[in-house]
T-cell receptor, first 114, second 112 residues
Framework: AQSVTQLDSQVPVFEEAPVELRCNYSSSVSVYLFWYVQYPNQGLQLLLK??????LVKGINGFEAEFNKSQTSFHLRKPSVHISDTAEYFCAVRESGGTYKYIFGTGTRLKVLA | DGGITQSPKYLFRKEGQNVTLSCEQN?????MYWYRQDPGQGLRLIYY???????QKGDIAEGYSVSREKKESFPLTVTSAQKNPTAFYLC???????????FGPGTRLTVL
């Protein structure tokens, strides 16, 4: 069965510092990978996705992620964070064939400090 | 503008009452989903539907019911059988198997 692990429930970081949010997954088949952001009391918004091709994926708001098949990871990075990046971030996976079912991680709350 | 709407944004109900949460999309998406979000638990799938008149149970379907009579609508009923219904409920839709999901703004349900 598929699963997604986000080991860090909270990540505090100072403004303009770099950040990495970790995501590991397990699956016996090929997967598609996603990162979403959620601001308080709102729905989720897509940051970026990996479907195939280049393992380095660039998304909105200066975020990027790298797919590492051997380590089954899809970590999210930003070289310099802003106060406005304070939000909850979710990693998600979906099998590349058949079902439309997505599996989400438990989320990482990023808090950017002034 | 295309998008997903959920209503109401806040909903209160008394214990023992059924309540229906609305989800409408005008994106012409085939697939629609309902998730429940609780603090520290991420999103858990309640039900999903890939086409009209068809839907599948997710991981936590007990105490919930859905219908998919129209492509653009996927209402969720929280029944009195759901033991802990207080949560934030998110509806989503998707166009193709490989694409991301688009989310509505959510409904916060509180049982009094």
């Amino acid at each position: 069965a598929q699963s997604v692990t986000q080991l860090d429930s909270q990540v505090p970081v100072f403004e303009e510092a770099p950040v990495e949010l970790r995501c590991n997954y397990s699956s016996s088949v090929s997967v598609y990978l996603f990162w979403y952001v959620q601001y308080p009391n709102q729905g989720l918004q897509l940051l970026l996705k990996y479907l195939s091709g280049s393992t380095l994926v660039k998304g909105i708001n200066g975020f990027e992620a790298e797919f590492n098949k051997s380590q089954t990871s899809f970590h999210l990075r930003k070289p310099s964070v802003h106060i406005s990046d304070t939000a909850e971030y979710f990693c998600a996976v979906r099998e590349s064939g058949g079902t439309y079912k997505y599996i989400f991680g438990t989320g990482t709350r990023l808090k950017v400090l002034a | 503008d295309g998008g997903i709407t959920q209503s109401p944004k806040y909903l209160f109900r008394k214990e023992g009452q059924n309540v229906t949460l609305s989800c409408e999309q005008n994106l012409n998406h085939d697939a629609m989903y309902w998730y429940r979000q609780d603090p520290g638990q991420g999103l858990r799938l309640i039900y999903y539907s890939q086409i009209v008149n068809d839907f599948q149970k997710g991981d936590i379907a007990e105490g919930y019911s859905v219908s998919r009579e129209k492509k653009e609508s996927f209402p969720l009923t929280v029944t009195s059988a759901q033991k802990n219904p207080t949560a934030f409920y998110l509806c989503a839709s998707g166009i193709r198997a490989a694409d991301e999901q688009f989310f509505g703004p959510g409904t916060r349900l509180t049982v009094l």
